[in-house]
């Protein structure tokens, strides 16, 4: 049963009075900071953590100059005529730094090994050629000097900036750090996020066979615990709410205690069963609530007490492209990271939109293609609902296409963001 219908408050709101993705994204990255605490963590859990201190290399890697083959090392101002030198000392990888070379001799050097001082130049065993007796060795002509060398210092010089904080820290970054001989390393706490979604009509996968008339299962928040997974976050399944103010109220206020952030899916526009933002209103803040995009118009955030809350809408591209514009830098920055604007790559259509609506900003679903004369062009999910899952799985990027446009013509440019601009591999 419901009352008289009531006009909202704001039902001939253009999207001019909306407020506009840029001032959300700068609203974001201007107010939010880092709300955890550091640790010290060991080399073998820091992958994807955001790191809380700078690197400096205390020391040159390599440490040595040393060989980068098997062969026969020698100084190049000693290279005979006939190429025929003896052969000095075996110096194998990991053996003390070695003595110089007597003149006229080669030492028998392995990769990484260590160059005799007086050593600069290393002819690959494969193109030399040792006496019957073993005594001596014959180098090929023409190696330049300081050829299959590897200099002290040629990867990280002693004092170099090697990691700055807020720092994502990917498997090379954590090869440079135990290059550097370091074990741990302060790095930003987790994140603690509650995830939640709202909805009577929603059903946890798995927990019945069939599902009854205006039932859906549940996807949002599946879908974002594995968003999460990319970052560096420690998320919380609070399940699925009913449309129940109390219960809500209930369910936001203790996770608010225990929690940095909590994001919700559903309830976030103005139904009378969206009791999301006007809980948020009663319980704490709410900062900003409709955004002049599409899909995502409903997104509102907002705060109860410390922790931050993001209430993405319902339908489960929006709630993606939500995630990936605005709360990927919010839990980036809130987790002591830092904020990259997102790379675009304008490249032509290759599809056609006879009319957009100004002054929003729109995110369709698209990829890369090839078109018949060999140029690189975009193309479009030719859907655009928003409930789609279909064309966020065949999509690649996002395709945004600013306030200003009014149409798209095939070989106009556009922008593309690939979805690894956002931290999402390709399959
Ligand atoms: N009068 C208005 N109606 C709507 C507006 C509006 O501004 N005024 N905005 C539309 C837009 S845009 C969107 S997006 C949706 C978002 O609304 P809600 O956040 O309130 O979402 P719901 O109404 O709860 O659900 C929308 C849609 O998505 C399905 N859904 C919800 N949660 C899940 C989930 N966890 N997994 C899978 N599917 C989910 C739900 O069943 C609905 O079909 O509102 C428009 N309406
Ligand atoms: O955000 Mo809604 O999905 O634009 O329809």
């Not at 006496?131 to 210092?153: E, F, H, K, Q, Y």
């Amino acid at each position: 049963m419901t009352g008289t219908p009531h006009l909202i408050d704001d039902c001939f709101l253009h999207d001019k009075g909306r407020m506009r993705h840029d001032d959300v994204v700068a609203l974001i990255t201007s107010r939010l900071g880092p709300v955890v605490g550091i640790s010290s963590v060991r080399l073998d859990n820091l992958s994807g953590r955001l790191l809380a201190e700078g690197v400096e290399a205390p020391r040159n890697v390599p440490l040595h100059d040393n060989s980068a083959v098997d062969g026969y090392a020698f100084a190049h101002g000693d290279y005979a005529a006939d190429n025929t030198m003896t052969i000095g000392p075996r110096i194998a990888a990991g053996d003390r730094p070695p003595a110089p070379l007597a003149g006229g001799a080669a030492a028998r050097i392995f990769t990484g090994a260590v160059m005799p001082p007086n050593a600069d130049t290393v002819a690959m065993q494969e193109d030399c050629t040792v006496s019957d007796d073993g005594m001596s060795v014959t180098i090929p002509a023409g190696l330049r000097p300081g050829a299959n060398r590897r200099l002290a210092g040629e990867d990280v010089k002693a004092g170099d900036r090697l990691l700055v904080p807020g720092q994502r820290l990917r498997p090379q970054d954590i090869a440079a750090l135990a290059s550097l001989g370091k074990s741990e390393i302060g790095v930003f706490d987790k994140l603690r996020v509650a995830i939640v979604s709202t909805g009577n009509e929603l059903v946890e996968p798995g927990s019945v066979a069939v599902l009854n008339e205006g039932q859906v299962f549940d996807t949002n928040r599946h879908m974002l615990a594995a968003l999460c997974r990319d970052l560096p976050v420690a998320t919380t399944d609070l399940g699925i709410l009913e449309d129940d103010e109390a219960a809500i109220s209930a369910a936001l206020s203790k996770a608010a205690a225990d929690h940095n952030v909590i994001l919700t899916t559903g309830g976030a526009s103005r139904g009378e069963e969206d009791h999301i933002v006007r809980t948020i209103d009663r319980l704490g803040k709410r900062h900003l609530w409709q955004i002049a995009i599409k899909p995502g118009r409903p997104m509102s955030f907002g705060q109860i007490g410390d922790c931050v809350f993001l209430g993405l809408p319902g339908n489960p591209v929006a709630a993606f492209v939500c995630f990936l514009l605005y709360c990927c830098p919010a839990l980036r920055l809130l987790g002591g990271g830092t904020y990259r604007e997102p790379r675009r790559y304008a490249l032509p259509a290759g599809f056609a939109i006879k009319s957009k609506k100004p002054d929003r900003r729109e995110f369709q679903r698209g990829w890369l293609e090839t078109d018949d004369k060999g140029n690189t062009v975009v193309q479009k999910y030719p859907r655009d609902g928003s409930g789609l899952i279909s064309g966020l799985r065949s999509a690649g990027g996002l395709i945004e296409l600013g306030e200003d446009i009014r149409a798209v013509k095939p070989g106009d440019p556009v922008n593309y963001i690939p979805f690894s601009e956002f931290g999402i591999t390709t399959g």
